[in-house]
């Protein structure tokens, strides 16, 4: 699983780095500061919850696919 994040999106809410700042990691000026990044398994449920957060629909979450494995 990954997140993907829409910066042109983002308006610095910060709600998703409430939620888990380790994960919705931001730029000094309090927007998402990372355009994709990949979630472990131990992070998926604070990601979810972090994605859900978002007001601004900035937060994107990409479900592994088969292709990825190969
Ligand atoms: S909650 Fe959404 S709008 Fe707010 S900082 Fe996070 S990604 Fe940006």
């Known amino acids: 699983m990954k997140i993907i994040a829409n910066a042109g999106l983002c308006s610095g809410h910060a709600r998703c780095a409430a939620v888990s700042p380790d994960i919705f990691t ?10 994709e990044r990949d979630v472990t398994p131990a992070e998926e449920a604070l990601a979810r919850r972090g994605v859900r957060a978002c007001p601004e629909r900035a937060l994107t979450l990409v479900e592994d696919s088969a292709a990825d494995m190969v």
């Open 26 to 35: 931001l730029t000094d000026d309090g927007y998402i500061g990372f355009a």
